[in-house]
């Protein structure tokens, strides 16, 4: 049930912003959702997530201060709005569902690319 597309994704210059969105098309029950990202010949890492009924958010170190990750119950998106884009920000950005009852994301996107460059 779980159908997620990402949005958003371009090309920025350094120290731009940009804002991804997420929507979820299913009728999961979620637990959380994230961001996560993949660089050119790196592995994925965790970007942000938030709890989905709480509202409690995580981000990684690289990323505190910059990067905003909310949510919208009612339209079922998550959204993550990025600021003071540097080039190591360039990947592919994910998001993912942790639906409950699970301890990990199940659910994942396609992606959107995301390069910050001038």
């Known amino acids: 049930q779980v159908h997620l597309v990402e949005s958003g994704g371009g090309l920025v210059q350094p120290g731009g912003s940009l804002r991804l969105s997420c929507s979820d098309s299913?009728?999961?029950?979620?637990?959380?959702m994230g961001w996560f990202r993949r660089a050119p010949g790196k592995e994925r890492e965790f970007v942000a997530s938030?709890?989905?009924?709480?509202?409690?958010?995580y981000y990684a170190d690289s990323v505190k201060g910059r990067f905003t990750v909310s949510r919208e119950n009612r339209r079922n998106t998550v959204y993550l709005q990025m600021n003071s884009l540097r080039p190591e920000d360039t990947a592919v950005y994910y998001c993912?569902?942790?639906?409950?009852?699970?301890?990990?994301?199940?659910?994942w996107g396609q992606g959107t690319q995301v390069t910050v460059s001038s």
């Open positions: 299913g009728r999961s029950s979620r637990y959380a």
């Open positions: 938030i709890r989905w009924s709480g509202g409690t958010t």
């Open positions: 993912a569902v942790q639906q409950v009852g699970s301890d990990q994301y199940n659910h």
